[in-house]
């Protein structure tokens, strides 16, 4: 049971560059979500998906986009990366939308230059 | 909207103090509260939490929390800590429509 996947677990980009982080679940969660952490900021909420093919908006989406094609993958693409996007993203699943808690990604280190 | 105060930043301990770590939220309605712990360099995992009944949870590693719900607090507790406590925790509240808000995290030092 591998839980929750996501690579790489580095990367650097140059500014303008393009990428999307990975993540992968084998729990059969139903919803999962991307974070970034910053220094004294704590953890925000950037996409999350209620399921296959529902995705929404959380508190800081812009800059990113994201699509739920499967229950288990639930990819998060740059479009033009920005050295304000550098920051560690965690990607985490959950069976009830967090209400017994969420299990987290390894997290994905993003240094954009 | 709901929202997640941690009060302190930072606390240095030394091994066999005890701690205590604060958490208040704010939201009106009937919410779970839970705590992570991340180590350095790891990802988080979860260390307790709370739906209702019995306000004292106890968690794994020798964590409890209480919830006090007529002060909106959710404080974390450890009657000694250890150096292999030092770590950053998060408190963290998800309202019953699925919403989930994290604290800005406390970062434990537990000097040997």
């Known amino acids: 049971n591998a839980g929750v996947t996501q690579t790489p677990k580095f990367q650097v980009l140059k500014t303008g560059q393009s990428m999307t982080l990975q993540c992968a679940q084998d729990?059969?969660?139903?919803?999962m979500s991307w974070y970034r952490q910053d220094p004294g900021m704590g953890l925000r909420l950037i996409h999350y998906?209620?399921?296959?093919?529902?995705?929404d908006q959380g508190e800081v989406p812009n800059g990113y986009n994201v699509s739920r094609s499967t229950t288990e993958d639930f990819p998060l693409r740059l479009l033009s990366a920005a050295p304000s996007q550098t920051s560690v993203y965690f990607c985490?699943?959950?069976?009830?939308?967090?209400?017994?808690?969420?299990?987290f990604g390894s997290g994905t280190r993003l240094t954009v230059v | 909207a709901q929202s997640v105060s941690q009060h302190n930043h930072h606390v240095i301990l030394s091994e066999a103090a005890s701690l205590e770590l604060g958490c208040n939220y704010s939201?009106?309605?009937?919410?779970?509260l839970f705590w992570y712990v991340q180590y350095p360099g790891q990802h988080l995992q979860l260390l307790l939490k709370?739906?209702?009944?019995?306000?004292l949870v106890k968690g794994i590693k020798g964590f409890e929390a209480e919830f006090i719900k007529s002060k909106f607090s959710f404080n974390l507790r450890k009657p000694s800590v250890q150096w292999s406590d030092t770590a950053e925790y998060f408190c963290?509240?998800?309202?019953?429509?699925?919403?989930?808000?994290f604290g800005d995290g406390t970062t434990l030092t537990v000097k040997p």
């Open positions: 998906s209620v399921g296959a093919g529902i995705t």
């Open positions: 939201y009106g309605g009937t919410v779970n």
């Open positions: 985490a699943s959950s069976y009830n939308r967090g209400q017994d808690g969420y299990t």
């Open positions: 729990m059969n969660h139903e919803y």
């Open positions: 963290a509240v998800n309202t019953n429509a699925g919403k989930s808000t």
């Open positions: 709370y739906f209702s009944g019995d306000p």
